[in-house]
């Protein structure tokens, strides 16, 4: 039996985070076809945390264990963390799974044989903030000096393969690709999204209002086009909102809205919405300028919505072949205009034809799990 341990934090109650998705895909993997080899432990910093690994139903049969607790707000959770190295010294867990790069100094200390990271790509430090945040550095500079105490790194492409081998300085060699699942919309029934009108003349556009999400860009472009098919087609708007850098985002919208073009803002959809969304939509465009992998953009393909994508992201290398795709400099607004057009004038795909396309690539989150369960295995091999 290989017994985990993942810290709760990074993916409970953040059900629109894609590396929270990956982290709870794989958690259910191991839950659900790996159950009599592998015992999952989550570690909670509190009460709240407690509460929302108990409602979730997908984590009925792991273990929990709550953190022990400290005085004060200052550096709670890595006093936290060492607390609990202290504590439970003596009880030994297999692994260690830190679902994202932010690692503690001397994360080593606690009571693992091995220690694997997903770091997904290098966005932590090639994408700028949208405010100065000092945890995120000091994350970043330990990062660089600590990773050679990991046993296991992940990226979710070969894009963030480079990314993470470029900013984090870590050999190439080190870094293992495992892409992600683009299958959690499959064979899952429509839903339509009530208030939504005219969804087949829509164009949807997806992502969270953040600078390098770059919706603001797509708005703006769309906006200030003096073609008539651009002034007339309805606009769908898909991301959260609340976070920082958002007033750039609103700025777009205020502007858009107010020039009288047709706008429709969901801050979250649920997955059968979802598919719903990029079932019957004329095009999605995924405007995000640089991603790990992009779940969306992948899932929307699989549901043979035509796709427009920024150049050099995964989508676009690894849909390339793929008629009904399309990619620009999603910067350029001309490019954007021009390439929103030619996608409009293309007619759906064939969904099936495009999943066996996907399931040649390997991106089920079956065989996500498959590959994270072999790695352990092979890491552990030696020893266990």
């Given at each position: 039996?290989?017994?985990v ?5 990074s993916?409970?109650g953040?059900q629109?985070?894609?590396?929270a998705q990956?982290s709870r895909?794989?958690?259910s993997?191991?839950?659900n ?23 979730d139903?997908q984590?009925?049969?792991?273990s929990?264990e709550?953190l022990?607790?400290?005085?004060g707000?200052?550096?709670r959770s890595?006093?936290q963390?060492y ?7 003596d009880k030994t867990?297999?692994l260690?799974?830190?679902s994202?790069?932010r690692l503690?100094?001397l ?12 770091f997904h790509?290098?966005?932590?430090i ?12 000091v994350?970043n500079?330990l990062?660089?000096i600590?990773?050679k105490?990991?046993?296991?790194i ?13 900013y984090y300085r870590?050999?190439i060699s080190r870094i293992?690709v ?5 299958d959690?919309?499959?064979g899952?029934p429509?839903k339509?999204?009530?208030?939504l009108?005219s ?8 992502g ?12 703006d472009s769309?906006r200030?086009s003096?073609?008539?098919?651009l002034a007339?087609t309805?606009i769908?708007l898909?991301g ?6 958002k007033?750039l985002v609103?700025?777009?919208v ?8 047709k ?8 997955d059968?919405q979802?598919?719903?969304l990029?079932s019957?939509?004329?095009l ?17 393909f699989?549901?043979?919505a035509?796709l427009?994508?920024?150049k050099?992201?995964p989508a676009?290398q690894?849909l390339s072949?793929?008629?009904?795709l399309?990619t620009c400099n999603?910067?350029d607004?001309?490019?954007i205009?021009s390439s929103?057009l030619?996608?409009?004038?293309n007619p ?12 040649e ?5 079956w ?9 352990y295995?092979?890491?552990?091999l030696?020893t266990?």
């Open positions: 039996m290989i017994r341990a993942w810290l709760g934090y993916f409970l953040r629109a985070s894609g590396t990956v895909k794989i958690l993997f191991l839950l076809e790996k159950s009599n080899e592998v015992q999952i432990t989550i570690l909670l910093k509190n009460s709240h945390e407690k509460k929302l690994l108990a409602e139903s984590f009925s049969k792991c929990w709550l022990p607790n400290v005085k707000r200052f550096l890595s006093r963390y607390k609990y190295c202290y504590q439970k010294r867990y297999d260690l799974h830190f994202v790069p503690y100094p994360f080593w200390l606690f009571p693992a044989k091995k220690f694997v990271c997903i790509a290098g966005g932590e090639s994408v700028p903030p949208d405010k100065f945040i000092l945890s995120r550095h994350y500079i990062m660089k600590q990773w105490k990991l046993n296991a992940y990226a979710v492409s070969e894009f963030g393969r480079q990314e993470i081998c470029t870590i050999p293992t495992i892409t992600p699942g683009v959690n919309l499959w899952l429509e339509p999204v009530n208030g009108d969804v087949k003349d829509s164009i949807l556009i997806i969270r209002w953040q600078k390098y999400k770059n919706v603001h860009t797509v708005l769309i200030t003096t073609n008539e098919v007339n309805p769908i898909l959260k909102s609340n976070l920082l850098g007033n609103k700025k777009s205020d502007s858009f809205i107010s020039g009288g073009r706008l429709s803002i969901l801050e979250y959809v649920e059968a979802l598919k719903y990029f019957n939509v004329k999605v465009i995924h405007p995000s300028l640089n991603e790990g992998f992009g779940i969306p953009a992948f899932e929307a699989s549901e043979g035509i427009l994508v920024h050099g992201t676009s690894y072949k793929h008629d009904g399309m999603m910067l607004s001309q490019d205009q929103i030619s996608c409009l004038a759906r795909r064939n969904k099936m034809q495009r999943v066996e396309s996907l399931k690539l390997g991106m089920t989150w065989d996500f799990g498959s590959q994270v369960y072999k790695s295995v092979e890491i552990l030696p266990h």
